[in-house]
Every structure is written in C-alpha cells, then in structure tokens.
C-alpha cells in the first residue's frame, strides 16, 4: 500500500547520509537494470543499437503540480515517470532507461523516498517493460522536486514529429481522453477542506467510474507500447496528450502548416483535459493501426489551426487549477 | 556582463506563457544545435554513432548550492553545464547534449532566465565544443531549481569506470585542487553581512590570486576534453573530483578494491575541497598523458581505502558550508 507523506514516521532524510540514502533507493531499484553501465558511477552508458538516443526531461514540482495530501511517493513517482515515457512513445521510440533528479526537504521520511522509488520502477515495468532508473541525483531543497529525463531507441524506425501531418489525413487517438482532468476534478471539488486545504482520498466516496478517473489522475497508464507501433504503421505526425486536445492538436497543426477538424470528439473533459498523455497521430486513411479511434481530419490549413465540428473552438475547454499555480501546496 | 537577479528590472516569468519564455531561451540558445531533432518537440533525437550513450544528471538547488547575491544567471547556468559535463568527460566521454529541467519562481525576471541559458550555451561553447542543449522543461517553483542531464559518446572506446584500478598503477589528476574551495571560503568570509547574509562581490576588494579562486567556485572550467584524452591513453579509472581528494579517492579505492596513497598533495585545501572538478585517473606508470599530474600510487588493499603520503587521513579535510545546509538562501 502506497503511502502518503504524513502517515509515515521513522528516519527522515536529512538523518541519514547521502549514500545511505541511496542505497536505499538502489535497493528498491535493484536488479532492473539492462544498462552496460548502470547505477553507481559517475555517469550510466547505455546500449541504443541503432546509433541514435532520444531523450526528453519534465519535472514535478510540489505546488504548482501536486498535492502530498492526495498522492502517495508510489503516485509521484508513477506519474513522474509516466509523463516522461510518453513524450519518448510520442516520438516513435521506445523507452529504456530513466535518470532522476529528486529534491528533497529534509524532513522527508526515508520511507517516502523509498516508495517514490517503488512508483518510479512500476511506471517503467508496466508501462515500459526493459526500462529502468538507471542514474539520479539526491540533493536538498525546500521544495520537493522530481524531474526525471528518458531515454529510449527508435530501432531503425525514423522518429515521428509533430510537423509531418499532411491535408487528406485522418487523425487518431490511443488512450484515455479527459479522464485525468475528471480525476483532477474530483479532488479540487470533494478532497479538500472549506478552507481549501486538500484532505487525504477517502476511495470509498467515489464510485467505480470516479475512482478510475481519480486513478487516471494520480497515476496515469497511457498505452504506450502504441507510440512505436503507429510509427511501425506510418503516421505523418505524433505527439501525446498533455495540455488538452484541442491544445494540443494546435501545436500539431502550427508545427505542420495544416488545420486540423476534431469531428468525434463533443465532450468539454476531453477537448481541453490534459494529463492523459493518450497519445495523438495523423496516418493516412488506411493506415490507422489497431488501438487508434479516428477522431478527426487534416484539412489543407485554413483561418485557424484547429477546429470543432468545422467550427472554431475558443478558450482552452479545460480545467486545471495547478496551471495559474495560487502559491498553494498542501 | 552577466546580471544578479537583483539588479534586474523589467518582465518577469509570472508575466509571460511557457511558450513566450521558451521562445526567449531558444533565442539565447539558437544555432548551436548538431541534434538529428532539435529542441521544440516532445523529445530530442541525437546520434551516437557506436550505439551507447553515456548520461548523468546533476542538480543546483537555490539555498544548498548557490546563493543568488553570489552567482549571476549566467554563473549558474555556466556551473550547471559544467558539473555534468564533468561526469561525462569523467567516464571518458566527449559531451554531445543537455537537457535542461528549470524550475523558477514566477517573479524571477526574465532577463535572468536568458542569462542563465547563456551560461549553459556558453559552458558547452568553452569546455566542450559540439555540446548544446537540445531539450528541457520549464516550470514554476518556490525554489529555483537547475536540473541537468548531459549526454556523451565513447567514439569507439569503452567507458572508464571508477572500478579499474590496479596495485602498481599511478594516480593522476587534471585540473586545480582546492582552488574551488578557497573561493566559497572567501565567499563565506568576506561577503556576507555580520548578520550572515551574503553580500554582492567586490572584485576590487580581491587579488588576482583570489579573483581566480572565486571563478573556479562559481564558473568552474575543468580541463574536459583531457577526460577522452585519459581513456585513449589506458586510463584504468577515472572519476571527477567533486565532493574533494580524498573523498572521491576513497570512492575509487573501494569500487576497485585497492589502497590509494596520495603522495603529492599536501595541502588542505586541495586534499579536502570539492567542486574543481578536476580529472582524477589510474594509469599504469607511462602511460599517463600530458596534461595529468601524478599525485600518488594505487596499492594492494590496505586497513583503509585512501592514505596521504603512507598516513590514514582523518575528517573531510574540506570546508562546505553548503553541505551541511542551515536553511539560508539569499
């Protein structure tokens, strides 16, 4: 059972000596590693066949993109991971190994440290399996940071960029959309106090339908495995989920000079919710592998870059309270 | 001249969107890109020709690392490459690439934030020539944070690990000794108010000699390039003296099982400071190249892992105020 900042005692860090507190860490992450040179050294090597590495890097930072009270070390360590892996399947690639840089009050329990370890290594072995933490950085801070970088291997395939979506496409999604935002939702409305201080999750107030989108949230398990195979299966242009679709999709179409149409997709949660990181392509018709819906066309680029229904879409349609941060941490 | 975040008036990042001050920082960074895909999508793609990467990451946090009174943007961008560049050139490896997590304050101006992405261009220009940030993450924090992840290739060679050294073997150093030490010393000293808070640098108020001690603290130039230099000429061992001599000799000693004797350096300063990042390598004896000093011999495992001229070495022999941190910043 993962658990949450303060409902752990015992040693905190600042107790124990960097090493110690890595051996800890290693201990939790033992064993994973395929790296020709692993943990332990001033830097990892690693094997990418091909003679060519991707890499990407995002950062959690308490505050502006979570709350201790609603998610566990195991949660951000998850998502902290997650979010990386899937900018690396929206290449194309495939993930295979993380390096951690993790910021720490010192009041942290070692406990918590050791359980964020845990998530880091679940998000890889469910997600990714052959990816693994394979170098990091533990130093002191007020406020705690985890920014994680990844990198994976293309296995001979060209990467897919956000810029080769062409008119006369078709554009698809694999994954959850709006989910997370629904999640997020939930516990900005139901888990805090008058005051507004976030309380711990209490599962059993939620329905089925709710905990899922608490889940997709918390712990986002984005079908990542799918980033690869469209590349396989020729898209024109790729990227994941994070910011909201039609945000998203805007990128795409800026990056690639066309207009795209979102046609399927009506539900406000899902145009403008980000944090998914389902992952979104541009194929030509035929094309769109098994696990990808169609949700929209690539029109030659018109007045604005995405449209709904063939209308034009205003504001960003989402809801995130950590975007414009209120200087609140909880 | 690089700029204090004090004496900046104008923008801050709380005023601008990510994407605004995203297109500062490239603005800084532009051109200096060899990547197969560049910054700007979801992830960075780059050759490495044999097929292995070799990746670090390492962090400067604003209270424990650095106080702003002290370092310009551009000092710690500078220092944040370099610490990296450092363990990558420490494994014998010629950098190619960072990637840059940055987290900041929403009231930090802007001018700063392009400051410190000169520093970062210009460390990679200075000390490791080809090198350029390819990729990052920008977010709001109460502290600012500086995450780097450095990426390097091997050009054929194998990685020189910490582990490889043999009894009989010389070891060497590239680089200053204690020179990094001296200037947080005078730091400490001389520019802080009684109450201890730092103060702005006076260069007028320092000698030459001590002017060279404060760089080497706050803009640190490790001779890099010598770190493949050492790999090409049979170096058995290699590391990056960060935390000081004696420290990271023992480190070497006990990942390779032997006694390191340190014969040559006497001096505290030298034996016990950190942050010079000078190259610290076995060699058999004739094989070590120009550029490197002997310092002292590798011999069977003895009672400890590191002696000084025959003697064991008690305590760190250093001086960081930082490492034992006490929660100021300024």
Same mark, same amino acid.
């Given at each position: 059972?993962?658990?949450?900042?303060?409902?752990?005692?015992?040693?905190?860090?600042?107790?124990?000596?960097?090493?110690?507190?890595?051996?800890?860490?290693?201990?939790?992450?033992?064993?994973?590693?395929?790296?020709?040179?692993?943990?332990?050294?001033?830097?990892?090597?690693?094997?990418?066949? *091909?003679?060519?590495?991707?890499?990407?890097?995002?950062?959690?930072?308490?505050?502006? #993109?979570?709350? +201790?009270?609603?998610?566990?070390?195991?949660?951000?360590?998850?998502?902290?991971?997650?979010?990386?892996?899937?900018?690396?399947?929206?290449?194309?690639?495939?993930?295979?190994? +993380?390096?951690?840089?993790?910021?720490?009050?010192?009041?942290?329990?070692?406990?918590?440290?050791?359980?964020?370890?845990?998530?880091?290594?679940?998000?890889?072995?469910?997600?990714?399996?052959?990816?693994?933490?394979?170098?990091? *950085?533990?130093?002191?801070?007020?406020? +705690?940071?985890?920014?994680?970088?990844?990198?994976?291997?293309?296995?001979?395939?060209?990467?897919?960029?956000?810029?080769?979506?062409?008119?006369?496409?078709?554009?698809?999604?694999?994954?959850?959309?709006?989910?997370?935002?629904?999640?997020?939702?939930?516990?900005?409305?139901?888990?805090?106090?008058?005051?507004?201080?976030?309380?711990?999750?209490?599962?059993?107030?939620?329905?089925?339908?709710?905990?899922? *989108?608490?889940?997709?949230?918390?712990?986002?398990?984005?079908?990542?495995? @799918?980033?690869?195979?469209?590349?396989?299966?020729?898209?024109?242009?790729?990227?994941?989920?994070?910011?909201?679709?039609?945000? *998203?999709?805007?990128?795409?179409?800026?990056?690639?000079?066309?207009?795209?149409?979102?046609?399927?997709?009506?539900?406000?949660?899902? +145009?403008?919710?980000?944090? #998914?990181?389902?992952?979104?392509?541009?194929?030509?018709?035929?094309?769109?592998?098994?696990?990808?819906?169609?949700?929209?066309?690539?029109?030659?680029?018109?007045?604005?870059?995405?449209?709904?229904?063939? @209308?034009?879409?205003?504001?960003?349609?989402?809801?995130?309270?950590?975007?414009?941060?209120?200087?609140?941490?909880?």
């Amino acid at each position: 059972m993962p658990t949450q900042v303060d409902q752990i005692d015992g040693e905190t860090v600042g107790q124990l000596s960097e090493s110690a507190l890595l051996a800890r860490i290693f201990a939790v992450l033992r064993g994973s590693s395929e790296a020709l040179v692993g943990p332990g050294d001033d830097a990892a090597v690693l094997a990418v066949p *091909d003679g060519r590495v991707v890499v990407t890097t995002d950062t959690l930072v308490h505050g502006p #993109d979570f709350r +201790l009270a609603w998610s566990s070390g195991s949660d951000l360590g998850f998502k902290a991971a997650t979010v990386n892996l899937a900018d690396i399947a929206a290449m194309g690639a495939r993930p295979t190994a +993380l390096v951690v840089a993790l910021a720490v009050p010192e009041d942290t329990p070692v406990a918590f440290v050791a359980d964020l370890a845990a998530g880091l290594r679940e998000a890889c072995d469910t997600l990714s399996p052959g990816c693994a933490v394979e170098g990091g *950085d533990l130093t002191v801070s007020d406020t +705690l940071t985890i920014a994680v970088t990844a990198l994976g291997v293309l296995d001979g395939h060209e990467p897919v960029l956000r810029s080769g979506a062409q008119a006369g496409e078709v554009v698809a999604v694999c994954g959850e959309l709006g989910r997370a935002a629904r999640g997020l939702r939930l516990l900005f409305d139901r888990f805090r106090t008058d005051a507004g201080d976030p309380v711990p999750v209490d599962r059993s107030r939620l329905s089925p339908e709710e905990s899922a *989108d608490l889940d997709a949230q918390l712990r986002p398990r984005p079908p990542l495995a @799918h980033g690869p195979l469209a590349a396989r299966s020729g898209a024109s242009a790729m990227m994941d989920v994070s910011d909201g679709l039609v945000l *998203d999709a805007r990128r795409m179409a800026d990056a690639s000079g066309v207009t795209i149409d979102i046609t399927d997709v009506a539900d406000p949660d899902a +145009l403008g919710g980000g944090e #998914d990181h389902a992952l979104l392509a541009a194929f030509r018709t035929g094309d769109v592998p098994e696990g990808f819906r169609i949700i929209g066309v690539v029109r030659e680029r018109g007045d604005t870059a995405v449209t709904v229904a063939g @209308h034009g879409y205003d504001g960003t349609g989402g809801w995130d309270p950590y975007r414009d941060w209120d200087a609140h941490r909880g």
